[in-house]
């Protein structure tokens, strides 16, 4: 149980996270793109959300709730590096959570007001959780390398949430809506490949640990299906993104599968990047981890509430699935 228990508390905050990235990451992308619409388009946009956005961020409270329980060592070290990102971070998610209540409750007058505010919360939360991903990367350095890194890595991420609003779109609107947000995929598409490409160029370089380990044999005949299987995916969605007559009959939804499918890829890549630290080249999650004995009680714990986040987010997205109505506060 020592040694498996670490093991098993990294896999539930990874998958947490990943799950974070995907749900929150789209409903991120939607609010970055509500200027880039008319105002009933907005309502439509903020309804396609409404049921869903303040339950995807349970998991991002889950995985940081872990780090703290599990890992207290370096929950101790990461949140101290990157205090004022995280701070950032906070900022835009309270800013978005305002905004959301207040942009009709308020009047048709600041109605306007309250979307730029919700447009500016989406960008700095997605802009910091990206250089938070930077920094952890690089093993919260803070030299040159690591504040580049982290700076690509905060235009890349929100490229990705913006092409997972948009693919999100096309599966809960349609007509003039569906055709604004096939556009904006189109555009984003280029952006987000061209970020994917630099994050895994760059990444190897930053990090000498993460270069052996990609690049030596037999390892990196191990590893190709993962970049491989990336390549072949986003080709698929810019095929898919080129055919509006397959999207517009009902199948969106491959084009959001095969996002989800390369979010998938990159995770399973950065574990075994930093497997077995969880500082990198700082703390392995056995030195950061909890006594065995508080690892077992908090174990029975997760064991109870994941299946109950997992099976109310399967429930929620089943009651309110199809194409979206308007908004109503009522």
């Known amino acids: 149980m020592e040694q498996f228990l670490p093991i098993a508390f990294m896999l539930i905050m990874g998958l947490a ?7 929150d990451g789209y409903d991120l992308g939607v609010g970055m793109l509500l200027p880039f619409a008319d105002d009933q388009q907005k309502d439509l946009m903020i ?5 869903f956005w303040d339950a995807n961020e349970t998991w991002i409270v889950l995985g940081v709730g872990v780090l703290l329980i599990a890992f207290p060592a370096a929950h101790g070290v990461i949140l101290t590096s990157m205090y004022i990102p995280i ?20 009047g048709d007058a600041k109605k306007e007001r309250w979307n730029k505010i ?3 919360g989406s960008v700095i939360a997605s802009v910091s959780q990206g250089w938070m991903l930077g920094s952890y990367i690089t093993g919260l350095q803070g030299n040159l390398t690591s504040v580049l890194f982290s700076a690509l890595i905060s235009v890349t991420l929100p490229s990705l949430y913006v092409l997972l609003g948009a693919a999100w779109l096309m599966m809960k609107t349609e007509d003039e ?29 930053v990090s000498a640990s993460i270069a052996a380990k990609w690049f ?3 390892n990196a005949l191990g590893l190709l299906p993962i970049p491989l299987s990336c390549i072949l995916i986003y080709g698929g969605l810019l095929w898919v993104l080129r055919r509006p007559d397959i999207l517009n009959r009902g199948y969106a939804w491959t084009l959001f599968a095969g996002l989800v499918i390369i979010c998938l890829m990159a995770s399973l890549g950065l574990a075994y990047s930093l497997f077995p630290y969880i500082v990198i080249d700082r703390l392995t999650i056995w030195e950061a981890a909890a006594a065995t004995e508080s690892l077992e009680m908090i174990f029975y714990g997760v064991a109870v509430t994941l299946p109950a986040i997992i099976g109310y987010t399967i429930f929620v997205y089943k009651i309110f699935h199809g194409k979206v109505r308007e908004l109503s506060y009522e």
């Not at 996270?17 to 749900?23: A, D, H, N, Q, R």
């Not at 309804?47 to 049921?51: F, L, N």
């Not at 809506?177 to 994917?196: E, V």
């Open 17 to 23: 996270l990943l799950i974070y990235v995907i749900l």
């Open 87 to 106: 701070t950032i971070m906070l900022l835009g998610l309270i800013l978005r959570g305002v905004a959301f209540d207040f942009r009709v409750k308020a």
């Open 216 to 218: 030596t044999m037999p």
């Open 177 to 205: 809506l569906f055709n604004k947000a096939l556009r904006w995929a189109r555009l984003a598409i280029g952006p987000m490949g061209l970020g994917l490409l630099l994050v895994s160029i760059a990444t190897p370089i």
């Open 47 to 51: 309804a396609s959300i409404g049921p």
């Open 118 to 120: 919700f447009f500016a």
